[in-house]
């Protein structure tokens, strides 16, 4: 080769690695952007629920009910204690029939058969269903239909009951699927039965991971409205319910008529009860997380 | 020591025999009590099925399929004449907004899960990925409240100067975007990590810089993790309810213009509901037919999904 | 370990805001006699704020009387009410031939009490510059098949910014009623506009939008303050914007309306009932004040007053 074409393919190694470099650089640009665009965006969301809604937090606000005449006095405590009986009532139905299932799936059904692979696709599909029509699945059959219980408590903790059961399942799931065997076969050997095995070994073992889970999905479901506005929870009620056979409003409810409120100090409570559940729902992380650990096995 | 007797002998065997006679009287009903808590899965959806299907049967015994899927004007609460049972402005309206929101959220989640996977200190990533789950998991009202509160009025108008109407599909669009960020950051960047390292490394071994690494290699590599973030993302767009409901408006139209109100089958569900409408009247069976829509759609992203995901899955040792 | 101990404080925190809130509740004083139970109302989406505010005030003597105010909207209250499902019904209308026959079909005798009056108010945004139409106009932008796109269209000196327009669903009393006398025909409406029975998405509407434009109750418009323009309606006799006087005497014609209250017979023989509407009916002027909806006349009240006597006597 020639000097000059050595030249030639030297220049144009240069501009390759200078273009590969141009790209990167472009790339880097191009991601930084768009990540900070994201962050902007969620800073700029938590940032507006909290510059507009923490002046109106007090205790005042946590105890008074909901007013229509005076938004200086009204507050969110019908809203509040709607959605501490809605978690309970959820967690009531759901743990046992989960956790349940769970184990039936992953320790006793024969995985080969038809049925039991019809249940596994099945509890997939109903994960991804729409809350709505999870809220339209209360309406024609919780609130109105077979069970008709009217628009109450109870038909509010079985609708959201049903919503994150597919999830508790699917976790649970994996936190027992994640228990080696040599923990089931030990047992085993050792003479136990199967349900002694799964009872005092396997769930125990798998306790983090269901805890976690189930904490979780609960707090999916107390941040949910539609499928709530579906099956009729009132809007603004000035009293807690007193009985499973009550009417009932949680905060998201609570958040959502106020949102649409001409009257700006209304919107502004929105925020306000924004922030209660948004605490609400941090503090249910936070007891996961620290149950986790409390929990958790090393293998 | 005493002999032991035939007669105790015999009551040791029956006792012994008992109780494992009981033991698995009490394994076959503990066996039981969970198959009945598995069939009530099958319960659920059954029942979903059952009651769409019921009442959108009887509402298609008055109105045509034809009309209903190709008809482009949406007026079930009107009387008379004036009523019109097309779905298309409803599936309009579901698409349209989704797909401004997956504009926004597919560049930016797969970048940010790139960015999270292939470019940032652990440490940086421990940080984040926790606050990524956190907020894949905010309640979407808040979503809401943001989108008419503030985007409408403070970036659409007041920033970009867009002559918006108040309740209007960009917003929503947008919005919804912002919601299935973190979902599609998250769950890409799971997959992007269960790439095996030995890949990475061999690239980095025949001279490849990160970025290449990224896209040339890993991203490829997890692709049918990351179509399925994206198909997740997408059908929890489409199954978004409040966000349209508050800030999109009630007035369903076949635009492509975004300023314009629009209604999603989700929302429109919402919003009627609340109307408490009598049952067994036609406008009653339209909230089931517009909900079995919806679940078939829902379905169908669902199956799509699974059937990528295992087309595109690259199986490693 | 700081997060561990940051995160069980707010768990804590959280816990004892329960625990406030479970022992908290507005306290009332006892009155002679402390009443208990609850009462379902539900309806007109233009009564709801009476029927809050009445239900507030009437909770600061009865604390333990849980009241539930809902609003499906006059027709969808009526559906519940003739079903046995609420005991009190607002309307903005009267009770239809046809659900009367559901409610005797059902076996619910009723008695209707007018709680206050209502003129549905013409709101435009302050940027459309208009300040009366007549009810001819009004036809032409609402009635069956209009495409009336800018008030441009029915009066070249008008606004060209293309409408916006808001009104109510047709579960809704307002509609009905407004149907009837603009256009002729009860539920004769025009096709293309946001319909809500929701009254404060539409105030919210069109106080939001260049050309927004709706119908609904005097008292969302007045509480929305300078944010929209109420329009004169002229009937013949001039242009008249509804107000406390214009509406209790009639002259804002023709959408001025009573607003009424209709509970059923086997209600009112429940005391905690009796005593809610006795104050209601007793203190309705000053409740209708604070909900800003027009009070009933002194004829009226009186009417009201003798209603709710034959309510109470026919009570089962």
């Known amino acids: 080769m020639t000097?000059?074409?050595?030249?030639?393919?030297?220049?144009?190694?240069?501009?390759?690695?200078?273009?590969?470099?141009?790209?990167?650089?472009?790339?880097?640009?191009?991601?930084?952007?768009?990540?900070?665009?994201?962050?902007?965006?969620?800073?700029?969301?938590?940032?507006?629920?909290?510059?507009?809604?923490?002046?109106?937090?007090?205790?005042?606000?946590?105890?008074?009910?909901?007013?229509?005449?005076?938004?200086?006095?009204?507050?969110?405590?019908?809203?509040?204690?709607?959605?501490?009986?809605?978690?309970?009532?959820?967690?009531?139905?759901?743990?046992?029939?989960g956790i349940a299932t769970a184990l039936y799936l992953e320790e006793y059904a024969d995985k080969t058969r038809w049925w039991n692979r019809l249940i596994e696709v099945n509890i997939q599909n109903l994960a991804a269903v729409p809350s709505v029509?999870?809220?339209?699945?209360?309406?024609?059959?919780?609130?109105?239909?077979?069970?008709?219980?009217?628009?109450?408590?109870?038909?509010g903790g079985l609708t959201l009951g049903l919503l994150v059961l597919p999830v508790v399942i699917i976790v649970a799931r994996e936190s027992i699927r994640a228990v080696p065997p040599s923990i089931r076969d030990g047992a085993l050997a050792l003479g136990a039965t199967k349900w002694q095995t799964v009872s005092r070994q396997v769930l125990p073992s798998a306790r983090a991971g269901i805890v976690t889970g189930v904490i979780l999905s609960l707090s999916r479901a107390i941040g949910e409205t539609a499928p709530l506005l579906v099956i009729g929870a009132a809007s603004s009620p000035r009293f807690n319910p007193s009985g499973l056979n009550d009417a009932f409003t949680a905060l998201p409810i609570q958040i959502f008529t106020w949102t649409q409120d001409p009257n700006p100090q209304f919107v502004d409570q929105a925020a306000t009860a924004s922030i209660v559940l948004l605490l609400i729902l941090l503090g249910m992380n936070g007891i996961a997380i620290v149950l986790r650990h409390r929990y958790e096995q090393r293998w | 020591m005493t002999p032991v007797t035939s007669t105790e002998r015999e009551r040791v065997r029956a006792d012994l025999v008992r109780a494992r006679s009981a033991r698995s009287a009490r394994e076959g009903l503990i066996?039981?009590?969970?198959?009945?808590?598995?069939?009530?899965?099958?319960?659920?959806?059954?029942?979903?099925?059952?009651?769409?299907?019921?009442?959108?049967?009887s509402f298609f015994g008055t109105v045509s399929p034809w009309d209903y899927f190709t008809g482009t004007k949406w007026t079930p609460l009107l009387a008379g004449d004036q009523q019109s049972f097309g779905v298309l402005p409803l599936l309009w309206g579901t698409f349209y907004l989704t797909g401004i929101g997956l504009l926004v959220a597919i560049p930016c989640g797969l970048l940010a899960a790139i960015y999270l996977s292939e470019f940032a200190k652990p440490r940086v990533r421990k940080a984040v990925k926790p606050i990524l789950e956190l907020l894949a998991g905010m309640p979407t009202i808040i979503f809401g409240y943001f989108a008419l509160t503030f985007v409408t009025p403070t970036i659409l108008r007041g920033l970009l100067g867009?002559?918006?109407?108040?309740?209007?599909?960009?917003?929503?669009?947008?919005?919804?975007?912002?919601?299935?960020?973190?979902?599609?950051?998250?769950?890409?960047?799971?997959?992007?990590?269960?790439?095996?390292?030995?890949?990475?490394?061999?690239?980095?071994?025949?001279?490849?810089?990160?970025?290449?690494?990224?896209?040339?290699?890993?991203?490829?590599?997890?692709?049918?993790?990351?179509?399925?973030?994206?198909?997740?993302?997408?059908?929890?767009?489409?199954?978004?309810?409040?966000?349209?409901?508050?800030?999109?408006?009630?007035?369903?139209?076949?635009?492509?213009?975004?300023?314009?109100?629009?209604?999603?089958?989700?929302?429109?569900?919402?919003?009627?509901?609340?109307?408490?409408?009598?049952?067994?009247?036609?406008?009653?069976?339209?909230?089931f037919v517009v909900g079995f829509t919806l679940f078939c759609v829902t379905l169908l992203l669902n199956g799509v999904s699974a059937k990528v995901v295992g087309r595109f899955r690259q199986v490693y040792e | 370990m700081t997060i561990k101990k940051g995160l069980i404080s707010i768990a804590t925190a959280l816990v004892l805001a329960a625990g406030v809130s479970a022992c908290g509740g507005s306290s009332g004083s006892t009155s002679a006699e402390s009443l208990s139970g609850?009462?379902?109302?539900?309806?007109?989406?233009?009564?709801?704020?009476?029927?809050?505010?009445?239900?507030?005030?009437?909770?600061?003597?009865?604390?333990?009387?849980?009241?539930?105010?809902?609003?499906?909207?006059?027709?969808?209250?009526?559906?519940?009410?003739?079903?046995?499902?609420?005991?009190?019904?607002?309307?903005?209308?009267?009770?239809?031939?046809?659900?009367?026959?559901?409610?005797?079909?059902?076996?619910?005798?009723?008695?209707?009490?007018?709680?206050?009056?209502?003129g549905i108010a013409i709101a435009a945004n302050p940027a459309l510059g208009v300040d009366c139409l007549t009810t001819a106009q009004l036809k032409q932008i609402w009635n069956k098949g209009s495409s009336i796109n800018s008030l441009s269209q029915i009066d070249p000196k008008l606004s060209t910014t293309k409408l916006s327009l808001f009104g109510p669903g047709t579960d809704s009393g307002t509609f009905d009623f407004f149907t009837e006398k603009v256009n002729g025909e009860k539920g004769a409406t025009r096709e293309k506009y946001a319909a809500s029975e929701d009254d404060n998405t539409l105030v919210t509407g069109v106080e939001g939008d260049k050309g927004g434009f709706g119908y609904f109750g005097y008292s969302y418009a007045a509480a929305a303050g300078d944010k929209i323009t109420i329009v004169g309606v002229n009937n013949g006799k001039g242009c008249i914007k509804p107000s406390v006087a214009t509406v209790q005497d009639g002259s804002y014609a023709p959408l001025s309306r009573p607003l009424f209250m209709y509970v059923s017979e086997k209600a009112i023989s429940r005391p905690e009932v009796k005593a809610f509407l006795a104050k209601t009916t007793d203190g309705s002027v000053s409740i209708a004040g604070s909900a800003k909806l027009v009070p009933v006349t002194d004829a009226q009240l009186a009417a009201a007053k003798t209603q709710l006597a034959t309510a109470e006597k026919n009570a089962k």
Do not use: W
């Not at chain 1, 640009?29 to 007090?58: D, E, H, W």
């Not at chain 2, 959806?45 to 009442?55: D, G, S, Y």
């Open chain 1, 3 to 97: 000097g000059a074409q050595i030249a030639a393919n030297a220049l144009e190694g240069i501009r390759h690695g200078e273009r590969k470099r141009l790209a990167a650089q472009l790339f880097n640009g191009l991601m930084y952007g768009a990540i900070g665009l994201a962050f902007l965006a969620l800073v700029a969301l938590i940032g507006q629920t909290a510059v507009k809604g923490l002046p109106g937090l007090s205790l005042q606000f946590l105890t008074n009910f909901p007013s229509r005449i005076n938004p200086s006095t009204s507050g969110a405590q019908s809203a509040i204690v709607g959605t501490v009986y809605l978690t309970l009532l959820t967690a009531v139905f759901v743990i046992p029939v």
């Open chain 3, 38 to 118: 609850s009462i379902r109302v539900d309806g007109s989406s233009t009564v709801f704020p009476f029927a809050q505010a009445a239900a507030e005030s009437f909770n600061q003597d009865q604390a333990n009387v849980k009241i539930a105010v809902g609003e499906s909207g006059t027709g969808g209250g009526f559906a519940k009410f003739c079903a046995g499902e609420t005991d009190i019904s607002d309307a903005s209308r009267e009770i239809k031939p046809e659900e009367a026959a559901l409610c005797k079909k059902n076996g619910i005798t009723y008695q209707s009490v007018q709680v206050a009056n209502d």
């Open chain 2, 162 to 287: 867009i002559p918006v109407k108040q309740f209007n599909g960009l917003s929503a669009g947008l919005v919804l975007g912002i919601l299935v960020i973190p979902t599609i950051a998250s769950v890409s960047e799971d997959a992007m990590r269960s790439v095996p390292s030995s890949l990475r490394e061999g690239a980095y071994g025949l001279g490849a810089g990160r970025l290449q690494v990224a896209l040339r290699v890993v991203f490829p590599a997890a692709l049918s993790g990351i179509v399925a973030a994206l198909i997740l993302g997408a059908s929890r767009a489409v199954g978004e309810t409040v966000i349209i409901l508050i800030a999109g408006g009630q007035e369903p139209s076949m635009t492509l213009n975004p300023t314009q109100s629009f209604q999603s089958m989700a929302s429109f569900i919402a919003a009627t509901a609340r109307g408490d409408i009598p049952q067994n009247t036609l406008k009653y069976e339209t909230i």
């Open chain 2, 31 to 57: 066996k039981g009590i969970l198959v009945l808590a598995a069939l009530l899965s099958i319960a659920t959806t059954t029942a979903i099925v059952f009651t769409l299907l019921q009442q959108t049967l």
């Open chain 1, 133 to 155: 029509v999870y809220g339209i699945l209360g309406l024609a059959f919780i609130v109105r239909g077979p069970l008709g219980l009217g628009p109450v408590l109870l038909a």
